[in-house]
């Protein structure tokens, strides 16, 4: 009987092995580019604690390492500071990017060429931290916030930093939010390029449904 288990166990370690990879994270990153030093280092500042908000809302557990949970998945706010130079920047997004297979990035308009380096496999959505006129693909600029939410957002914000939330905090707070209702049913599983862009899409439309 234990000779049997033991060949069951090693016959489903071989499966797993010699399965094909398919996309799945228990953890996710988002590239969150701004101006974290220098003369306007408070706006960088602002967009990450209005995220953090979000990400600390719902889905938390126990002695949890990551910055909190978006679309019940742990998500980690990485700071990349757009200071740095265009090169190191898309440096550190391409790394990024084919570490995990897909890459959500936080940036500002005149910011979505750094992407340009990255290889056409990887999905990419943009998040752009400023209204964008024209319908770029893959790039998404969320609503502002209905009056209700903004109310609850700066009460939360405020118990969380002690001081009252900025225009970019509440940017920062509603591209996460968008974030959350995007990757939620996807359940971590990022592996269809097509099908988490199109979440984003439909999240999008859910939130303007809203106002």
Known sequence: ?????????LLVVGLLMGAPTQLWA???????IAPF???EAAVGSSLWQGMRVATRETD???????DGHLGGVDSNLRRIDSQAGTVQVAQQLRALGESQGF??????PDQASMLETLPEGIAAVVMLTAD??????NHFTPPTLPAASRLAFSDAYRQF???EPDEMAQRGYAIARLIDIAVR???????????????????????????
């Not at 228990?26 to 969150?32: E, G, L, P, T, W």
């Not at 938390?60 to 990551?66: F, I």
């Not at 890459?103 to 500002?108: K, P, Q, T, Y």
């Open 1 to 9: 009987m234990l000779k049997s288990s033991r060949l069951c166990m």
């Open 26 to 32: 228990h953890s996710f990153d988002i590239a969150v």
């Open 37 to 39: 030093s220098g003369p």
């Open 60 to 66: 938390g557990h126990p002695q949890e390492t990551s």
């Open 103 to 108: 890459l959500i990035a936080v940036l500002s």
């Open 132 to 137: 964008q006129d024209d319908q770029v693909p």
């Open 161 to 163: 930093y002690g001081s």
């Open 185 to 211: 049913p996807t359940d971590g599983h990022f592996s269809d390029k097509a099908l988490l862009q199109q979440q984003f899409a439909d999240a999008l439309l859910l939130q303007r449904q809203q106002k």
